[in-house]
Every structure is written in C-alpha cells, then in structure tokens.
C-alpha cells in the first residue's frame, strides 16, 4: 500500500482574529495580549509560525507541513507622505525588517 501526500491549504481569513466583542474589548489585560500578537515584528512573526508548524508536525502525524518557508521576491514601497492641514506626516520607515 503506498501512502499518499495530501496538500492542506490554510485559510489566513480564518486562522486570524476577525473581531472581538465590546465586552472583550473593554478587557484591558485581553487587549494587552491580543496586542503582543497581532503587532509581532517579522522576525518574531516567523518564529512564532515555525512553532506551530514544529506543533502540529508533532501532534498530528497524518498531517507533515514544511519546516521552512516559501521564498519569495518582493520590493518595499517608499514611504508616503501624510499632509493634513500644514502639517506633513511620514511613518518612520522599516529600518530592519529582521528585528
């Protein structure tokens, strides 16, 4: 019997935090630890994910998902330049995507 490989394709949609009711939102210690994900820098970003890749490839051997990440090519846009009233505002730019 040969054993087959079967892709699974993540939703991002649906493995993400869409909403929180008022109750949850007045919670303060709830938003504080909500905050410490959702605002995860890149690096932490990807830590965090190959961790729960290591803990779904230990828990559920039916399923093995790839221990790096895809590659890709991008670029990064310039940072664009607020201007409200006679004030001009700039985010301040990514100086380390890897911090």
Request: glycine share 4%; proline share 7%; with cysteine.
């Amino acid at each position: 019997m040969t054993e087959k490989t079967k892709q699974l394709f993540l939703i991002p949609e649906l493995l993400c935090l869409v909403g929180l009711s008022p109750e949850q939102r007045q919670n303060e210690q709830l938003m504080k630890e909500v905050a410490d994900f959702s605002r995860m820098n890149p690096k932490r970003r990807l830590e965090e994910a190959k961790k729960l890749v290591e803990v779904v490839n230990e828990k559920d051997k039916t399923i093995q998902v790839g221990n790096e990440p895809i590659q890709m090519p991008g670029n990064m846009l310039d940072q664009p330049l607020f201007k409200i009233s006679t004030q001009t505002f700039q985010k301040q730019p990514y100086d380390n995507l890897n911090s």
